[in-house]
Structure formats: structure tokens, C-alpha cells
């Protein structure tokens, strides 16, 4: 029995292998691409003066989801997360959220829209779900840097496979979920299948559709901050540099950052969700 | 008049090869057996009818009975599994998908028992929906769509929400919605059993008298008998999938085509426990033989409308004088009534119950008289006003409870 052993292993690594041999150049190039683009981003967002973005991030919040709660937590938990000099940190961690749910929310969504109105295609792609969601996230991290080297782009690579589940699963829950009869109706009139979905079933999906989408970004930020094992800086990066010098208080700093960017995420996108539900 | 549907053998067969039901109905078995053996669900069996262009088609049945499915296989919202249903000489059954798609924009209109409003749409949104989809230029649709809201009453509410109107009135906008269209033909899915008797009783109205102004073709589904007589030019009574009777109201209460039929009348017929009394009305003219003549008898009938009157002689009913009798003699320069006088008509008793009153105005002409132990005329009862009478009653008790 010891001596056989079925290579599972062995042949994912050759598969690996040879796509790193015969396409690493192309995921490469497109490292390069990106990575300036995360650059640019964050060059960007710390143009001004920090003072400046942390107004404009209190003024968004305030205006996605009109509560002057959460608009004077903003302003008060990013004036802290500056006080404890973890500005930059925190941008980059932002940035790279944002690029990975963009891309997470590119792919998930039409790839939700395509398991709703197909059977084959709903029979394939959730398996995979299941697959990507209940392997460890850190697995990820290990084939992302021999395509796209140590940095920012192996972490938006193995957040978008880690964050892309919900978005998938949930746009395809909430298609599902309109009215067999609201469906009829639209049939019933004549609706092509471009109008049935675009008029009828994405927006009565859209608050279910935003759930989804809410928790693609708070696995996209939980990833980041594992990213930073593999070169991601960022907020992660600074917990990552305390465990490795022992210095809890660091650690804990950059643990309230991420906690408070985490929620002030939430709490907007919960809003934005809530708000496009419609009557019913 | 044209036949603006004709459905012709259809069945709908659900489950894996459903080929196999059509044979086994084919052999006579029933949904039960077919059920037991095979594990298909007969939705609709050997279904052929017609409905003529500007009438009011009910297609009534209990739960069960497949008139659902039957008016979904009309516009192949469920597709069929064998037969033809032809609208305007074209075969529904056999278009591809796009051709399906602008056969459904152009011809059907279709109302749901629960609505089926967008939630996401304001009133005006939903009612302009099936133009929207046409690709009309947004100003002519809201233009159509606002009269169309207007015809069934709800001028002023165009900006509202469906879910801030009330059940009456989410379905006249199911009713505009599907009025905007301008198709020729309307299916209704037990558009008003979802609504409470006096809205539905309202509804109702409002649909008789849309249907006077616009003369669409109707299919409409209902499992109530009084919506049946009230609406229905004729009705076809469906059980298990088969269609089992097709005629006008009075065809179906008079002459029920099998046990099912006369039961199913017979249990939702409040007649049983009318009597003659309740259901008679006051006969708007007599003649007395004593006094008048073929002319003045004529006159009489003339004057009140109506193609025959009971003639009394010394208070007691005598008998009954047609009016091209009556004008007959009038030429022949006769005097008297009696030469002409018919005796051959029905007497019922003021307690006689409607029920038994149904196969005595089958077989006649006349209207029935009602007569006392002594012979004098208490009413008369004819077959629009029994019919009436009855659902008038019914709805009146429905209320009550």
C-alpha cells in the first residue's frame, strides 16, 4: 500500500509546470500591467494630503448611505488609522480591495447570470465552487507567484479566486429567486431572453445580487491581509512585519485598521443593497 | 363569425417520453391509471374547441382539471406534446422561437390570477411593458399606456408602486397592461379568483362592459360557475384533462352531458333551494279573453316586448297567445282570442323547485306560468331571468357569509 501512491500532487505540479513554462510570459506581462496600475492608484490616493482623502472617504459614505452614524465613525476611524501612522498601509490594502472585487464582480457576475439560465453550465460551475471556497486560502498563494511573481498581482490573483464564490453564488440565487410567475408574465409578452434578464430579473435579483457582492469584499480584504505573506504590503504587511519582530502592540494597531476599514465597507454596502431593494 | 382559435387534439403530457400517455388515453384509460402505471401527469387530453373572434370563452374546471395548463399551451407558454391550436389560420405549435416571440407580442394578451406585476415598475412602467419590449419610442408608449390605465380607472395612480395598491387594483393593472398591447386576443388565468366577491363582482362588470367598447377575443379561466354564466358566451367544463361538456350557460345547467357535469352544476347550484316563487317574475301584460280581441292582445305585446301572453278568462289563467297568431288573426279579421289560443304550455306550482325548472324551460318555447291552487297567475318565469335570478342570489349570499 506504502508503495504505491496515487500522484495527485505530482501531476497538479506538472500541469503547473507547464503552464508556467509555456505562459508564464503572457500572466507576467500582465503582472507589469497591473502592477503599474496599482501604483498609479495608490500614487493617486496619496497625492493630497491624507487629510483631504479621509474627508472625501466621510463625504462618499455619508452620500451612499445617508447616516451621520456611520459618517462620523468614518471620519473618526480613519483620523485613528492615520494617528497610528498606518495611512499608507491602509491605502494600499484599500486599493488592492478594490482591484480585486472589481475583478472578482467582472467574472462572478455574468458567470452567476450563465449557472441561473443553464443547467450544464449550473452543474459545472458549482462543484467548483465548493472546491475553491473549502480549500484553504493560503494554497492559493503557492501557484500565484511562480505566474506572477512576489507582489501585489499574486495577491489580487489568489483574492479574486478566493472572493469570486459569492458573487457567483449569490447572482445565480437571486435570478433563481424571481417569481416563476413574474417570468411567466414576461414570456407571456414577448420578452427576448436579453430583455427578461436585463429588465425583469436583474433588477428584482439586484438586492441579493449586492449581499453577494458585500461578502466578495470582505473575503477580498480578509485575503489581502493572508496576501501579505507573498508580498502584498498594505495593512496586512504590517501585521505580518509584528508577528515576525514579536511585537504585538504593531500588530494589534494594524488588526484595528483592517477591523475599521472592514466595517466601514460593510455598513456602506449594506446600505447600497438595502437601498435598491425594491417595493414590494 | 370566425373562428378566431381552434384547438384542435391537444394533449399536454408531462414527464420523461409522454408519447407513451397519448396511447394510453388513446386506449381509454384514465389520469389515475396513467398516473399508477407510467408516473406521466395528463395536464390536457384530446383537448378540441374553438373560440370565435369577440366572444368570451370560460374554460371552467376544479383545480386540477388542467385549465391552466390548457391556456398556456394556447400561447406555448407550456408547450404542448401534440395537436394543433390555430390563431388566424397560423399553427402556434409549430414556430420557432422568434417567431413565437412576435406571435405572442402582436396577438396575446395575458392577465394571472396573482398579478404578476413588476414589482421594480411603477404602474405606468408595468402597463407599458409588453410595448416597451416591441421597442415603440418611449413618449407613443407612455401615451398608450396611459389610456389604457385610464380605461380601467386608474388615472392619477400611474407613479404609484404595485405593492401600494390594492388587490382590485394591482389586477386592473394587470388588466392595462395587457389591454396597452392592442393584441386581439386576451387570456385570463382566473384573473379575478384571487380578489374578494364584491371586488370580483365589480371586476367582473367592468370587464362586460370593456368588452363592449374593445371586442377582444377572451379565453378566461375560472373554477366559479357564476363567473361562468355571468362572463361566458359559452364555456367548456374541463375534469382530469378532458374536456368534458362545451356549450352556452343554459346548454350546460339544462342538459348536463354526463354525471360529472350535472354534479359539478348541481353542487355549486344554489337552485335546489329555489322555488319557483323566488325566481318568477310579474308578468308585464295579460289579455282577458272576456275583453280582448287578436288586436288588442297585439298591442299589449307590442307595448311590453314580448312574443307571447297568457290570456285569463274569469281571473283563472286560460292560455297563451303567440303574437304571429295574434297577427294573424288580426288579418283575418277574427274577434275573438279563442281560435288561437294554445294550451299546450307549462303550469308549475310557486313551490316547485328551480332545479326541476330547468328541463320544463328546455323543452319550450313559452315562458312557464305560475299558477296558485286555483288556477290564477301568480308570475311568469323565463330563462334569462332563472338564470339571472340565480347568480343574483348566489352572489348576494356569498356576500353574506
Known sequence: ?280 | MNHKIEVKNLYKIFGHQPERGIKMIEEGRSKDDIMLETKLGVGVANASFYVKEGEILVVMGLSGSGKSTLVRCINRLIDPTAGQVIVDGTDVVTLDEEGLRKFRQKHFGMVFQNFALFPHRTVVQNAEYGLEIQGMDPEERKEKAMQSLEQVGLKGWEDSYPSQLSGGMQQRVGLARALALDADIMLMDEAFSALDPLIRRDMQDELLSLQDKVQKTIVFISHDLDEALKLGDRIVLMKDGFIVQEGTAEEILTAPANDYVAKFVEEVDMSKVLTAESVMIKPVAQAHSETDGPRAALRKMEHAGISSIFVRKEKKLFGIVTATDAAEAAERGERSLEKIMIQNFHRVSPDTSANDLFPLLAETSFPLAVVDENDRLKGVIIKGSLLAKLSEKRLKEKELI
Not at chain 1, 2 to 16: M, Y
Not at chain 1, 226 to 252: D, H, N, T
Request: proline residues 6%; charged residues 10%.
Open chain 1, 1 to 280: 500500500m506504502a508503495d504505491f501512491r496515487i500522484p495527485i500532487g505530482d501531476s497538479i505540479e506538472a500541469t503547473i509546470d507547464f503552464f508556467v513554462d509555456n505562459f508564464a510570459f503572457i500572466t507576467k506581462a500582465f503582472a507589469e500591467v497591473t502592477e503599474n496600475g496599482i501604483e498609479i492608484l495608490v500614487s493617486v490616493m496619496t497625492f493630497s494630503h491624507p487629510i483631504v482623502l479621509i474627508l472625501l472617504i466621510t463625504a462618499l459614505a455619508y452620500y451612499l448611505t445617508k447616516s451621520y452614524g456611520l459618517g462620523v465613525f468614518t471620519l473618526l476611524g480613519l483620523l485613528l488609522i492615520w494617528n497610528m501612522g498606518l495611512w499608507d498601509p491602509t491605502v494600499s490594502t484599500l486599493a488592492l480591495v478594490l482591484i480585486s472585487t472589481l475583478f472578482a464582480i467582472i467574472i462572478g457576475v455574468p458567470l452567476g447570470i450563465l449557472a441561473s439560465i443553464s443547467t450544464i453550465s449550473y452543474r459545472i460551475i458549482m462543484p467548483i465552487l465548493d472546491f475553491m471556497q473549502t480549500m484553504p486560502a493560503f494554497v492559493y498563494l503557492i501557484p500565484a507567484i511562480p505566474f506572477f511573481g512576489l507582489g501585489p498581482v499574486a495577491a489580487i490573483f489568489s483574492t479574486v479566486i478566493f472572493s469570486m464564490p459569492p458573487a457567483i453564488r449569490l447572482t445565480c440565487l437571486g435570478i433563481k429567486q424571481v417569481p416563476s410567475e413574474l417570468v411567466e408574465a414576461a414570456d407571456a409578452f414577448g420578452s427576448s431572453k436579453a430583455q427578461k434578464l436585463f429588465k425583469l430579473q436583474l433588477p428584482i435579483a439586484t438586492p441579493t445580487i449586492m449581499a453577494g457582492i458585500n461578502q466578495t469584499i470582505m473575503l477580498a480584504l480578509s485575503m489581502v491581509v493572508i496576501a501579505a505573506m507573498i508580498g502584498a504590503k498594505g495593512l496586512g504587511g504590517e501585521v505580518w512585519k509584528a508577528i515576525q519582530r514579536l511585537q504585538p502592540g504593531r500588530g494589534f494597531e494594524a488588526g484595528i485598521g483592517i477591523v475599521i476599514v472592514a466595517i466601514i465597507l460593510d455598513r456602506i454596502m449594506q446600505r447600497v443593497g438595502g437601498k435598491s431593494k425594491p417595493a414590494v
